[in-house]
């Protein structure tokens, strides 16, 4: 985190450095303004961006967060034997909204965007066998 201020810090300086190098060149150049204008903008449009797209990856739950709690095993366990939603909530005696809710629980606790994933994940972590 504190590579990651430090990088942002260095490049907006070096940012506010240009602007003032080209402030001076527009007072030299009058027509420059306009192209200055529409430089900063980009590189700051760019900037945000790039900063935007980096703090919304790091709000996504590192993978193995948390401990799979039992029924979310069980759930799981399920998953893998290839069984849908609704025989899943059967079996555990829960509605299929349940087995939703306990789905993206596991998903974000492995790192997983699907079933498929969340069973490779579960068993690089070594939850499942």
Do not use: C, W
Not at 44 to 66: C, T
Not at 69 to 75: A, F, H, I, N, W
Not at 84 to 89: E, G, H, Q, R, T
């Amino acid at each position: 985190m504190v590579r990651l201020i430090l990088t942002y810090g260095a490049v907006l300086g070096g940012l506010a450095l240009a602007l003032g190098g080209l402030q001076v060149a527009s007072i030299l150049r009058p027509d420059l303004n306009i192209l200055i204008a529409a430089l900063v903008g980009a590189v700051f449009l760019a900037l945000g961006l790039v900063i935007g797209l980096s703090l919304h990856r790091r709000r996504l739950p590192e993978p193995g967060s948390g401990p799979l709690s039992p029924r979310e095993l069980e759930v799981l366990t399920l998953v893998g034997e290839g069984r849908p939603n609704k025989v899943i909530a059967r079996a555990l005696a829960i509605s299929p909204n349940t087995v939703k809710t306990h789905l993206a629980r596991i998903f974000e606790k492995v790192g997983a965007r699907n079933r498929t994933q969340a069973l490779v994940r579960a068993r690089e972590l070594g939850i499942l066998p």
